[in-house]
C-alpha cells in the first residue's frame, strides 16, 4: 500500500528555517519504495 509521513526535524529550530521551508514540512510526503517495503514487514 501507500504509506504516507511527514518531513525529519519539522518541530526542529523553526527559527533558523526560511519561511518556504517551515511550509514544506508542515506538508506530508509519499514514501518510497524501500520505505514502504519496509513499513509493509512491520
Known amino acids: 500500500g501507500v ?3 511527514t518531513y525529519a ?3 526542529k ?3 533558523k528555517k526560511r519561511e518556504g521551508r517551515r511550509c ?3 506538508q506530508h510526503v509519499f514514501c ?3 520505505q514502504s517495503t519496509m ?3 512491520m
Open 32 to 34: 518510497n519504495a524501500t
Open 13 to 15: 529550530r523553526l527559527w
Open 9 to 11: 526535524g519539522r518541530h
Open 24 to 26: 514544506r514540512l508542515r
Open 3 to 5: 504509506w504516507i509521513r
Open 39 to 41: 513499513l509493509d514487514k
